[in-house]
């Protein structure tokens, strides 16, 4: 019994991850995956949480809300390059500090506007880490240089594993307010 939860605990974490290095072809496996996601109180009081997951584990400890100073109103993807902009930047200017170790791969709660927006910021810091967006209609994978959208399969642990991800960057934005 205790080599079955073994085998399915790696399954879950560690095997997700490299399926989900196959399905979006990366070289290797991510270790430490970041998710994002915007949440706002009535168009007002915009937060952003960063959740964290190393090697298909979550890492509490890891987590962070961010709150929106520079956009007015529910403006998703200007709060999203904000947020970006603000994590990536912290990471290289105090690489020793609590957002020094960089993402290896990033997951952004949306479509291609918030994916987009995520991008401008990463790009404008000279970074180019993998990054993806989840949306939620029908669970596709959006890539930034794919027009198509990569559907995994339903019982497949690596789209288990982003769901999660998603799933508790959300609920982590949710609960600042």
């Known amino acids: 019994k205790r080599n079955a939860r073994a085998a399915i605990r790696q399954e879950r974490t560690v095997g997700a991850c490299e399926g989900l290095a196959k399905a979006l072809g990366l070289p290797k496996a991510p270790r430490r995956i970041e998710g994002y996601d915007i949440s706002n109180t009535q168009g007002v009081l915009s937060v952003a949480s960063m959740v964290v997951m190393i090697d298909g584990a979550s890492a509490r400890k890891e987590y962070r809300h961010f709150r929106i100073k520079t956009v007015v109103g ?6 999203m390059h904000e947020v970006i902009t603000r994590r990536l ?35 404008a810091l000279g970074l180019s880490i993998p990054m993806f967006g989840l949306a939620k209609r029908i669970e596709e994978i959006v890539l930034p240089d794919r027009e198509e959208s990569i559907l995994l399969d339903r019982a497949s642990p690596a789209l288990h594993m982003i769901q999660r991800l998603r799933d508790e960057a959300h609920r982590f934005a949710i609960t600042h307010h």
């Open 74 to 79: 529910a403006n998703d993807f200007a709060s």
């Open 89 to 123: 930047s912290h990471g290289l200017r105090e690489p020793e500090g609590k957002f020094g170790e960089m993402p290896d791969l990033i997951l952004i709660d949306g479509g291609r506007g918030q994916l987009s927006a995520a991008q401008d910021a990463m790009h």
